[in-house]
């Protein structure tokens, strides 16, 4: 059965990076791809972008070049966002997802001085 | 980028009404589209995939159309666990996108 675990809430300053991960199992990691989608308080959903964990490859939605970074450790299994320079509007729900089939449990990532 | 316009916004509906949901492409995705439900505080669950199959384990009740721009949930008896937060997500191109949701709520 597949599973994606992500990492635990946080709390970031503004202008403070936050790190979130995902872990999977249950089926082969590097055969596909991973995207991240978030959603702020009463908000609709936003793909951010995704990686294709077999080769790396990356896409990310333009509001966010050059802000976020999605990584992978596929020795870990493990899937990464990292979002800087956080403003307010970044308070969301953080999640991962496996072909948008399998989904994390979501990361609550709240941005307040 | 590719914008998903879904309507309506919401609806209120009581159990054993068939609803329908729409989301228009801004242009043509072929079948590249999905449909999710959305309960508070959960993640999305997959409905629909490739705009008009069935994701394994999803009630019948639950349907797609479409193809092109323009595409279609049906629910053809709405059940108690059926209210909840409707979305498209289009993958036929990057950046992927949602539609704006569609709230179902109890009449």
């Known amino acids: 059965q597949v599973h994606l675990v992500q990492s635990g809430a946080e709390v970031k300053k503004p202008g403070a990076s936050v790190k979130v991960s995902c872990k999977a199992s249950?089926?082969?990691?590097?055969?596909?791809?991973i995207h991240w989608v978030r959603q702020a308080p009463g908000q609709r959903l936003e793909w951010m972008g995704c990686?294709?964990?077999?080769?790396?490859?990356?896409e990310y939605l333009q509001k966010f070049q050059g802000r976020v970074t999605i990584t992978r450790d596929t020795s870990a299994s493990t899937a990464y966002m990292e979002l800087s320079s956080l403003r307010s509007e970044d308070t969301a729900v953080y999640y991962c997802?496996?072909?948008?089939?399998?989904w994390g449990q979501g990361t609550l990532v709240t941005v307040s001085s | 980028d590719i914008q998903m316009t879904q309507s309506p916004s919401s609806l209120s509906a009581s159990v054993g009404d068939r609803v329908t949901i729409t989301c228009r492409a801004s242009?043509?995705?072929?079948?590249?589209l999905g449909w999710y439900q959305q309960k508070p505080g959960k993640a999305p669950k997959r409905l629909i995939y490739?705009?008009?199959f069935l994701q394994s384990g999803v009630p019948s009740r639950f349907s797609g159309r479409g193809s092109g721009t323009e595409f279609t949930l049906t629910i053809s008896s709405l059940q108690p666990e059926d209210f909840a937060t409707y979305y498209c997500?289009?993958?036929?191109?990057?950046?992927?996108?949602f539609g704006g949701g569609t709230k179902v709520e109890i009449k």
């Open positions: 997500l289009q993958h036929n191109s990057y950046p992927l996108t």
């Open positions: 249950g089926y082969s990691f590097s055969s596909y791809t």
């Open positions: 997802a496996r072909e948008f089939v399998d």
């Open positions: 490739a705009a008009s």
């Open positions: 990686i294709n964990a077999g080769n790396g490859n990356t």
């Open positions: 242009q043509g995705i072929r079948n590249d």
